[in-house]
């Protein structure tokens, strides 16, 4: 259960590292020790998965697996899998502030491999048993992975061969036999990353750290789901989706979000009591002990839009399976928190579904301010049964949002809002105002405790390529005299 509280939201591939990207290493335990010095119980990650179209966790080719990219290379040293010259003067990319996914790309498997090929003779007793708990999801996904790659990475609508693409049975034999290897090797990185994992889960938890994970709602349609289960989506014979996911114009976009994941066959998963949901959030309790579900209104009702659609315009409402879902997954799963991602417009109907749920929603200080009309984002507005944020992933951080007001009469209604002042820094500010709300939970990026502007922005919606998802915060961040400013202003506000 969630009582007052607070935290800080950093996702593992921005911790700092030596080796391109942020992992489980050493870098992740010391941002616990920071996380206990500053005086915050939540540590807020985005999506563990690997990253699909767009560097993007939220297109993933996998709902249950973790980012092989996680997996710290100097603790496969310790285990005896790599000598340090194997891996420590590989080319990760050179910036580090940035991560290149395309230089990662291309040189991490490769340390991975060698990993591997090491551990043949020195295969942990416990596999067979993490293959077994991992029965319902890790064989579909390594082959798929295996297979993936043998094409050369391409999209599961592009294989070369129609009979894998459909999984019929001689051609599932035939890449089983031809790519063992390659799947031994999927599974390889998965156990890595979920022995990992678990123990740096652990050591937050005994620093009395609580983790908030972020489940996707929707399914990439070039996933391992999508090969597997087609039954769950709303498919062609061919297996390509009939109308798929996004948002309808707003504010950030006037014509919509056209995200393009495959929606859900909704009648199919009641007829089954949600069976692959139930399993969905049961696995999801292996690694957290929050979840943020992403367009949580999804559930309630969402846009769907004809497949081949060029944006998101030409889409409907659908009504979703609102409280019927609700109702029978969380009588069944009931040990994680949830968080309800509620952004955006939402109709009545959502706002109705919402509050039966119970589960607390979000409130965004970077949409809050409005000189002419009193918002609901304001901090004193702010309902308990809520979690609030200085910003996200998906919007400016504190600062870059608060120099870009075009409105004069906005800008200075913010700075007095917040009291603001050069002295004590304009990011102390934001993060004091949601500290003091009602809130339940206030959270912050990381990004905004240390007053960051455009340069340290994780991720513009409805655009590709650019900077997205690449932000690493640097080493020296997690400094005695950030914590202690956090910890004063947690206590002031009973956090």
């Given amino acids: 259960m969630i009582t007052r509280s607070s935290g800080i939201v950093l996702h593992i ?38 990253t699909g179209f767009g560097d993007s966790p939220y297109q993933s080719c996998s709902a249950s697996a973790i980012n092989p990219y996680f997996i710290e290379l100097d603790y496969l040293r310790r285990d005896g899998l790599l000598e ?18 395309g230089t990662l790309y291309a040189s991490r498997y490769h340390v991975l491999r060698m990993a591997y090929e090491n551990s043949r003779d020195k295969m942990p007793e416990d596999l067979e048993a993490f293959k077994r708990e991992n029965a319902d999801w890790l064989p579909d996904y390594a082959l798929f992975m295996a297979i993936k790659s043998h094409f050369g990475m391409v999209a599961l609508s592009e294989w070369p061969d129609a009979d894998i693409r459909a999984r019929k049975p001689e051609a599932l034999r035939k890449y089983a ?21 678990g123990r740096l889960r652990n050591y937050a938890a005994e620093n009395g750290v609580r983790i908030i994970g972020d489940m996707p709602i ?35 976009s006037s014509t919509g979000q056209l995200w393009g994941n495959p929606i859900y066959d909704w009648d199919y998963h009641k007829k089954t009591g949600y069976k692959w949901w139930i399993d969905r959030f049961r696995h999801a309790t292996k690694f957290y002990d929050v979840l943020r579900i992403d367009h949580f209104r999804g559930l309630e009702s969402y846009w769907e839009i004809p497949y081949g659609e060029k944006t998101a315009m030409n889409g409907e409402w659908i009504k979703g399976p609102a409280m019927d879902f609700i109702n029978t997954v969380f009588s069944a799963v009931t040990d994680i928190d949830i968080i309800a991602e509620d952004l955006g417009e939402l109709s ?9 749920t119970g589960f607390p929603g979000m409130r965004l200080l970077v949409d809050a301010f409005d000189p002419y009309s009193e918002s609901s984002f304001l901090p004193h507005n702010i309902d308990k049964n809520c979690v609030a944020y200085t910003s996200t992933h998906d919007s400016p951080t504190f600062i870059d949002f608060f120099y870009n007001i075009a409105d004069h009469t906005k800008q200075d209604y913010a700075a007095d809002y917040l009291r603001l002042n050069n002295g004590e820094g304009y990011n102390w500010g934001a993060v004091k105002a949601i500290w003091g709300s009602p809130s339940v939970l206030a959270m912050a990026p990381m990004a905004d405790i240390l007053g960051l502007g455009a340069d340290a922005r994780f991720n ?32 002031v506000y009973w956090r």
């Fill in 13 to 50: 591939s921005s911790l700092p590292n030596p080796y391109g990207i942020g992992t489980f290493g050493d870098s992740a335990y010391a941002f616990i020790d920071f996380l206990r010095q500053a005086g915050q119980r939540y540590w807020q990650i985005l999506p563990l998965v690997p």
């Fill in 84 to 101: 340090f010259d194997n891996f420590a003067y590989v080319n990760y990319g050179q910036d580090l502030d940035r991560v290149d996914y």
């Fill in 177 to 197: 036999q031809m790519l063992s290897d390659d799947v031994a090797f999927q599974i390889f990185m998965q156990y890595k990353a979920f022995k990992q994992w």
């Fill in 218 to 252: 929707y399914c990439a349609e070039d996933s391992a789901e999508v090969w597997a289960q087609p039954e769950l989506f709303k498919l062609e014979k061919d297996g390509t989706p009939k109308v798929v996911a996004g948002v309808p114009p707003d504010l950030y």
């Fill in 348 to 356: 009545e109907d959502v706002t109705i579904f919402l509050k039966k």
């Fill in 460 to 491: 513009i919606p409805a655009t590709l390529g650019g900077n997205n998802w690449q932000w690493r915060v640097r080493v020296d961040a997690f400094n005695a005299s950030v914590a202690n400013i956090l910890n004063h202003i947690t206590k």
